[in-house]
Each structure stands twice: as C-alpha cells, then as structure tokens.
C-alpha cells in the first residue's frame, strides 16, 4: 500500500489522465494508478490535497466524515435509484448495437 508519504503527490491533469486509446479499452493512468499507486493523494485547484481511491476494495474500506458526506449524498441519492439507473439502459442498448454494426 502506498502512502503520501512515500509518493509525490498526484495533479490530475498531468499525462497520467490521458483519453482512452480506443472505445474498447479503459485509459491508461487509471489502471496503471490501480496497479501501481492505489492511494495517491490528488493536489485540487484550490491546493488541497484529498486521497484518490483506485480500488474498490479501498473504497469500501475507506472512512468517510458524515458532515461532510451526507449533505452531498442525499443531494445525489435519487439520482442513483434502480429506476433511474435502469430508466436510459433502452437507449444505451439501441446506441451500443449502432457502434457495434458500424465497427
């Protein structure tokens, strides 16, 4: 496990968040971050520094501060309801046939 103590801190902007090399395979500096660096701290705009969890496994383990989680969670929370996950899947199922066709 890496610590930012042990790593530079990470800008997300720099080369390691390139675009993905092809609709069929994921970016490069997400994978590499899971694999190599999967709790690197992040430098935002303002300065501040937060961790940047790669691995669901971390994600699940990670503690979260109720202040400061619960305002934003319930803002968001029906967004994210089975109905409304489900709700664009006909779309992005007709999209994805289109693509797959025209490949």
């Known amino acids: 496990m ?3 103590d042990q790593v530079p801190v990470l800008t997300p902007f720099l080369p390691a968040f390139l675009p993905a090399p092809s609709l ?14 999967p709790l690197p701290q992040s430098r ?12 669901y496994e971390d994600v699940r383990q990670a503690p979260t501060d109720p202040p400061e989680h619960t305002r934003p969670h319930r803002l ?11 709700a ?16």
């Open 76 to 86: 968001v929370a029906g967004a994210f309801t089975a109905r409304r996950v489900a």
């Open 88 to 103: 664009p899947r006909p779309r992005v199922t007709d999209v994805d046939a289109d693509l797959v066709e025209n490949l």
């Open 24 to 37: 069929f395979h994921s970016p490069p500096g997400p994978n590499e971050l899971r694999r190599d660096r």
């Open 44 to 55: 935002l705009a303002d300065g501040s520094t937060r961790w940047l969890v790669t691995r």
């Open 2 to 4: 890496a610590y930012a």
